[in-house]
């Protein structure tokens, strides 16, 4: 009996890591990047890589997120904001805002960018502190006042550490003054430059992160609060207003800033997740073939270990983040460390936790 040929998912979204330098020195930064001055040698121009996105529309790409490093240190990024919407694609960004001018606004408006602007407290103290560069605070607010001169909605993604603990509760009003329609409060996992966060006590342990969440205000007049955690931590109110969070890792690939395919954007550091040199190998072929993709759609969710192969949200959450486990424990199937930390300390509710045929669609 012959076989069925394998499904090849459609190629939704591609993570562009547009240029590995920024202008901060962000201490939480798990992809590294190196200061503005040696930003000459880490990006290629767009022409380079405009190909790539175009044989990717055959696979089904619909939309591009473009991050970093800071994606307005790119000398071509105008031009890249122009050319995507161009392709008939979505765009989305992620960036510290301190770049951000009028001609950055008009051009984010021009390509109907869906965007976030990093903001870790309500002071300059707080915010430069963990961005490590002095007047970022002040460069940011700059940025945002530019997006609201042009009539732009902001995420403001904020990035939960010890120092800000006590003001995030505050941080949903604070922003929305400043523009921006949604709140994400990242919590920084033991990654990259955090490592050394955590060694001085600087990162929260679970219980505290939970006893944040806690004290969050409910979302008001619009604006939404996304708290970066997994379904079966979140309150039962997070999921009705926001859904579960599905993951995407089955439609997405990542473009380095050297050209190269990865998983997300952790296979510059990893070189078991460093797909290859897509101005070498076509991305149709390591979209189709290339056997860490292939294994990872023969495995989630279905292989997944530990308390995320019991939890009820593993067809949605798939792991939650299967990059970070990696980097973590050397495997793409294991329990996500927050969920295994949760499980050991009994935080983990049991109610989420079925046979593997009892699981949310």
Not at 87 to 107: F, H, P, S
Not at 169 to 192: E, H, T
Request: proline share 6%; charged share 20%; with cysteine.
């Amino acid at each position: 009996m012959a076989t069925e040929p394998r499904r090849v998912p459609p190629l939704n979204t591609i993570y562009f890591y547009v240029t590995g330098s920024c202008n901060l020195r962000c201490r939480h930064c798990w992809i590294d990047p190196v200061t503005e001055s040696q930003r000459s040698t880490l990006h290629l121009p767009w022409r380079a890589l405009k190909p790539v996105f175009e044989q990717a529309k055959e696979l089904g790409l619909r939309c591009v997120k473009l991050t970093g490093g800071e994606p307005f240190l790119h000398p071509d990024i105008l031009e890249i904001l122009a050319d995507l919407p161009a392709m008939g694609l979505g765009v989305r960004m992620e960036t510290n805002g301190t770049l951000i001018g009028e001609r950055e606004a008009k051009a984010l408006k021009a390509a109907n960018a869906n965007f976030s602007i990093s903001l870790d407290g309500p002071t300059p103290e707080i915010h430069d502190d963990l961005r490590n560069v002095p007047g970022s605070f002040e460069k940011t607010l700059k940025g945002m006042a530019a997006c609201r001169a042009e009539g732009l909605r902001f995420q403001t993604i904020c990035s939960l550490y010890r120092r800000n603990a006590e003001l995030l509760p505050g941080m949903p009003a604070f922003v929305q003054g400043l523009g921006a329609s949604s709140l994400k409060v990242n919590v920084i996992a033991s990654m990259g430059r955090s490592d050394e966060m955590r060694v001085h006590g600087e990162l929260l342990s679970l219980p505290e992160v939970l006893e944040v969440r806690s004290r969050m205000p409910e979302s008001e007049n619009g604006f939404k609060l996304y708290f970066d955690l997994p379904p079966a931590l979140l309150p039962l109110r997070d999921i009705v207003r926001n859904g579960v969070g599905t993951c995407g890792i089955l439609g997405i690939l990542g473009v380095l800033h050297n050209g190269h395919a990865g998983l997300c954007g952790i296979g510059e550091h990893l070189p078991e997740l460093d797909f290859g040199d897509l101005r070498q190998v076509s991305i149709k072929q390591v979209w189709e073939t290339h056997p860490t993709l292939v294994t990872l759609r023969e495995k989630l969710p279905a292989g997944l270990g530990g308390i995320c192969g019991r939890c009820i949200f593993r067809n949605a959450c798939l792991g939650k983040c299967v990059a970070n486990t990696f980097h973590a424990i050397g495997k793409l199937y294991g329990a996500f460390s927050t969920c295994a930390e949760a499980e050991e300390l009994g935080l983990f509710p049991e109610k989420y936790i079925v046979e593997h045929h009892n699981v949310v669609a």
